[in-house]
Every structure is written in structure tokens, then in C-alpha cells.
């Protein structure tokens, strides 16, 4: 009886270790990370990717960390992870386009415009030209257009227009409408309340000195008079400085559509297909 036991426990532990050396064998362990990486858990998918790179570096797995960190806005190490990539691999040329893309997304834009000048592919001037968007436009809007597919062009060229011409409002001219009228300033804005608000503020006080002066009630009359001087130099000031407010709304507004177009785009380069 006791060496039946015995056997029959040496049975189990050997079915318990053969069990998980499948649960670990590379097959599984890919299966597990290509799963996770799908579920979008890229920190733990790059965990058991590493595990299988430990046992021999595989482009395919490479890509794919490369691209976790990508996903991660893990920038630095994505972009490593790209150059690693030969130009033997047959994924050399995806791993160039997404090295440019990622440039683009961590903001690099100089040297992504440094590394793209001398290329002329199309997805590599797309790239190139949209860069200019969020830094300078140094083409004409029919040369910056031509890379781009027909259907996008009117998209585009809004971006352009709007980044070349930026829909920014002048601060001299909001002070100087504040000045001889007030409030009117913040109208300008489109801040209608607010402007509203200050002439009916500046006009009370100027009305109140004006009738404690005319009743000799002088103290009455400069309590008045300096309360609404400090209205109207606050409306003033405060239309300048709303001005500047305005301004980079336009350009937070501005750079917020055209990195969601791009990403609802893609940035305009090919999809990368999940490779099994």
C-alpha cells in the first residue's frame, strides 16, 4: 500500500512538472504575451516578451516591444528598440516608419525634419510636412499639399491656413477698445458678460462721483472717482491680459484637433497588423 502511495505521488509531482513546463514553454509564454498585448496591458506584455527575447533576439518580438513602449509613451525606449532593428529584417521598413512616428509623437519635431529632409517616400514627406504644422511653415500651401491623399487635402490645408493665419486677437486693439469704451474690450473676446459687467461697473462709479461733486460732497465724490478709475484701469488691463489668455487657447485648441486628426489618421502611414 505505501509503495502505491509512493507511486502514485511520483506520478502527480511528474504531471504537475511536465504541466508547467507547457504552461512555460515559449509557445505559451508567446500566446500569453500576444494576448496581453492585444488587451492593451503593453507593460506586462513587454514582462513575458522579454522572456522569450532572453532565449534568442526575434525580430518579430522586438517589433512589438518596440511598439508596447510606443503605446506606453515610453519614447526613449521605443525609439531604442527601433534602430535595434536591422536592415536585413523583413520588418526594417515598418520599424523606420514607426522610429519617424515616434519622433513625431515625443515631439522631437527638429530632428525628425533633420532625418527626413534627403527622403523622398511618401509616407516619409507626410511625416515631414505635418511636423512643419506644429513648428514652422516654410512651403507653399501647394507643395505642402501634394503628398497627401486627395480625400485629406481640404483637411489639411484647414490646418495650414489655421497655422499660418492663426485666428489670434490683437492686444493693442482690446485695450484700446477698453480704453475709450469699457468693457468693450472684453466683447471683443467674445467675453460679453464680462464686458457687460464692466461698463455697468465704470459708468455707476463715474455717475456717483460726478453727483457727490455736484452736491459738494467732495470726500463722497473722490471715493467714487477712485473707485472707478480702478474699474476702468482694471477693465483695461484685464482685456490685455485676456487677450494673451484668448490667444493660447487658440493655439492649445489648435494643436489638441490636429493631434487627434492625425491619430484618427494614423499620421497617414500604413496600419501595422497584429502579427500572430
Known amino acids: 500500500m505505501k509503495k502505491l502511495s509512493l507511486l502514485f505521488i511520483l506520478f502527480f509531482l511528474n504531471l504537475t512538472a511536465q504541466t508547467l513546463n507547457e504552461l512555460h514553454s515559449t509557445k505559451n509564454i508567446r500566446k500569453f504575451a500576444d494576448h496581453l498585448f492585444i488587451e492593451k496591458d503593453y507593460l506586462r506584455s513587454v514582462v513575458e516578451y522579454e522572456r522569450l527575447v532572453i532565449n534568442g533576439l526575434n525580430d518579430t518580438i522586438q517589433f512589438k516591444i518596440a511598439l508596447a513602449y510606443q503605446q506606453m509613451e515610453k519614447y526613449d525606449l521605443s525609439l531604442q528598440k527601433f534602430s535595434e532593428i536591422e536592415p ?60 497627401f491623399p486627395a480625400a485629406e487635402k481640404e483637411n489639411i490645408l484647414g490646418f495650414y491656413i489655421q497655422k499660418k493665419d492663426p ?92 493631434k487627434e486628426y492625425l491619430q484618427n489618421e494614423n499620421y497617414f502611414l500604413p496600419e501595422n497588423e497584429f502579427i500572430k
Do not use: C
Request: proline letters at 2%; charged letters at 20%.
Open 167 to 258: 485666428p489670434y486677437k490683437s492686444r493693442f486693439l482690446s485695450g484700446l477698445l477698453s480704453a475709450v469704451i469699457p468693457g468693450s474690450g472684453k466683447i471683443y473676446l467674445g467675453e460679453t458678460g464680462d464686458g457687460i459687467t464692466a461698463l455697468i461697473a465704470t459708468s455707476l462709479f463715474s455717475f456717483l462721483s460726478y453727483d457727490n461733486f455736484l452736491h459738494d460732497h467732495n470726500f463722497r465724490g473722490w471715493l467714487f472717482a477712485g473707485l472707478g478709475f480702478f474699474f476702468y484701469a482694471g477693465n483695461i488691463y484685464g482685456s490685455v491680459a485676456a487677450t494673451r489668455i484668448y490667444n493660447a487657447r487658440v493655439d492649445f485648441e489648435y494643436q489638441n484637433n490636429l
Open 88 to 147: 536585413a529584417s523583413v520588418f526594417y521598413e515598418k520599424s523606420e516608419r514607426e522610429y519617424y512616428k515616434t519622433l513625431m509623437l515625443s515631439e522631437r519635431f527638429e530632428d525628425l525634419q533633420d532625418s527626413l529632409l534627403d527622403k523622398n517616400e511618401n509616407d516619409f514627406q507626410r511625416l515631414l510636412h505635418l511636423s512643419y504644422l506644429f513648428t514652422s511653415l516654410d512651403l507653399q500651401h501647394q507643395n505642402f499639399l501634394e503628398p
